[in-house]
């Protein structure tokens, strides 16, 4: 009987393990995650906004586990041996395998900039996630006892795809914040700082500026072309002017780190070839010198051969890498031969709030309250890749009409 273990419990190692489990064959798989739960990634700013509760966007790993094929284990990766094919966990287990999977997710990336890891706040799994909440509303009731303007001023550190999507949460949250703090809402004050001044470049200008003016229209005060330098406790510092290098400083007591992610430093613990936590993969998706472990999701740099860049790490490839990673094993431990991984974008669509959106569907452009429609529709669509009906039932978002 062959071992296989999937590393990582997110949207690429659900997706192989749905494929595997569905599967005949003379194997069992271990699953391995640091928590006992899944978690929608990408619904991870309506938490940190509070406009959704952890459990909504959560559901338990055993609920998707066949013990008859499937043990799960509880427990943080280490290190990988790809020479000895065995896995080590923080718990002490060293798990043998024939095939891996790796899908070990990412972190916060702060790029060297002095101050991120001490004094910003970063939005990389639930725990975090819940923290800026909580962190949030405890500065809206010291604002209630001291009148510090500074506990009114959330600044979130870039403007990409996740920043503008918390950005939009934040807005439709800020009245509840601002009744904590007894003020109006518009006493609140919302800061993006971005060193680019071109936002949001996977869309064409014309979506890109529906987003950032929807934003700008409701309140949020964007500083773009303002490279950070620094982060000091309460202050980011920015270069104002790039000829001159002056620099000036925004004080604010929340700072949200959206700038961007690495993949797991377990890839570099583990001696793989990587830039950034991430490892450029072959076209079936394998370590480039060991054809049994496959390397899916954040940890993994597809490239799209017709920029030369690696596909951006979206929930969208990870389920499609899980998907192949499953498919193309099998395929090996049957001794047949499937086509190369290959992928073509069905669009990206990012939500400013529960009922606003913007983004492409094919070629389609949607904005506004449709977009928002087809944005649930394909978290839905997600949640089903990973979780099947029963977690679609229970978590799944109907509330399109509002």
Known sequence: MKEIVILGAGYAGLRALHRLQASKGDF???????????????????????TQLKEKITYT???????????????????????????????????????????????????????VEDNAL??????????????????????????????????????????????????????????????????????????????LPMFDEDLADYGISSLKNWGIKFLTGKPIKEIRPNTVIYQDDKETGTTKELSANTIIWTTGVSGSQVMEASGFSQRRGRVIVSDNLTDSDFDNVYIVGDVSAFMNKENNRPYPTTAQVALKMGDYAAKHLLAQLRGNEIE???????????????????????????????????????????????????????????????
């Not at 819940?130 to 009148?147: A, C, F, L, P």
């Open 28 to 50: 069992h798989i271990t699953l391995v995650d640091r928590n006992n739960y899944h978690y929608e990634a990408t619904d991870l700013h309506e938490v940190a906004a509070g």
């Open 61 to 115: 790993i055993s609920d998707v586990v066949k013990p008859s094929v499937t043990t799960f284990i509880q427990a943080k990766v280490e290190t990988i041996n790809r020479e000895a094919k065995t896995v080590t966990l923080d718990n002490g287990q060293v798990l043998n395998y024939d095939y891996a999977i790796v899908s070990l997710g990412f972190r916060s990336e702060s790029f060297g900039i002095t101050g």
């Open 122 to 199: 970063e939005m990389v799994d639930i725990e975090s996630a819940e923290k800026v909440y909580r962190h949030i509303v405890g500065q809206m009731q010291d604002y209630n006892k001291t009148q510090n303007p500074d506990d009114l001023k959330i600044v979130v550190c870039g403007a990409g795809f996740t920043g503008i999507e918390l950005l939009g949460a934040l807005i439709e949250s800020r009245a509840a914040l601002a009744k904590i703090a007894g003020v109006s809402d518009t006493q609140l004050e919302i800061y993006c700082v971005e060193a680019v001044t071109r936002l």
């Open 340 to 402: 190369k991984f290959t992928f073509k974008s069905l669009g990206s669509v990012a939500s400013i709030g529960n009922t606003h959106a913007f983004g492409m569907v094919g070629k389609s452009a949607v904005k506004g309250y449709p977009a928002s429609f087809v944005k649930k529709a394909i978290m839905d669509k997600s949640l089903f890749a990973t979780g099947g009906v029963k977690e679609v039932l229970a978590k799944g978002r109907f509330d399109l009409y509002h």
